[in-house]
Every structure is written in structure tokens, then in C-alpha cells.
Nanobody, 115 residues
Framework: QVQLVESGGGLVQAGGSLRLSCAPS????????MGWFRQAPGKQRELVAI???????TYADSVRGRFTISRDNAKNTVYLQMNSLKPEDTAVYYC?????????WGQGTQVTVSS
């Protein structure tokens, strides 16, 4: 069973930066839309950013201008560069890949931003 493996989360002070990475543990056929979602305690999971197979990004209003999503198709890897982090960015961040057959989700990586 192929899984998505996230890395790069952690604890950072407000104004700091983190870079998240996500890659599959095995082969996922094709070049598919990839994205990042997050879920804060007591809140629903929300979209952070997605990137199409052609490399076009879309961002949530709350992160636009601070976060950058990118991908490496050769490695089937997606990245999320997070700058100017705020305490309200604290959440578990989940990687997502949507194939024609099914969605894939990572197990999540914790991002904590202290004030």
C-alpha cells in the first residue's frame, strides 16, 4: 500500500519559516494534482494550497503571499515553503495527491508557531 510521507514540520517562532516535503513511499502512476491541507484543534480540515499537474498553484486567502507550493515531477514530490508564520498557522498539515483512481493522504506533520 503506497503511503504519502511528510517531513519538515516542527516548532518555530512567529515570523519564522518552515519547509514541508511530501513524497510517496512507492510508485503513484502519472503526474497528478498535489496539495496541502491543514487541521487545527477543534476545526475542520481546510485547503492550504494545491498545484496542478502543469504546475499552476492555488492558495487559500489566509496564506497567499506567505506560502509557496512547488513540485518535482521526477521525484513525485510536493513542497510547501512557509514564510512569515503566524500563531494561527498552527495545525497538523496533510499532504494530498488526487489520482483518477483515488485520493492519497499523508499521516500529517505538526506545525506549531509560538507567539
Amino acid at each position: 500500500q503506497v503511503q504519502l510521507v511528510e517531513s519538515g514540520g516542527g516548532l518555530v517562532q512567529a515570523g519564522g519559516s518552515l519547509r514541508l516535503s511530501c513524497a510517496p513511499s512507492g510508485s503513484i502512476f502519472g503526474i497528478n494534482p498535489m496539495g496541502w491541507f491543514r487541521q487545527a484543534p477543534g476545526k475542520q480540515r481546510e485547503l492550504v494550497a494545491i498545484i496542478t499537474s502543469g504546475g499552476r498553484p492555488t492558495y487559500a486567502d489566509s496564506v497567499r503571499g506567505r506560502f509557496t507550493i512547488s513540485r518535482d515531477n521526477a521525484k513525485n514530490t510536493v513542497y510547501l515553503q512557509m514564510n512569515s508564520l503566524k500563531p494561527e498557522d498552527t495545525a497538523v498539515y496533510y499532504c494530498h495527491v488526487q489520482t483518477p483512481q483515488r485520493p492519497y493522504w499523508g499521516q500529517g506533520t505538526q506545525v506549531t508557531v509560538s507567539s
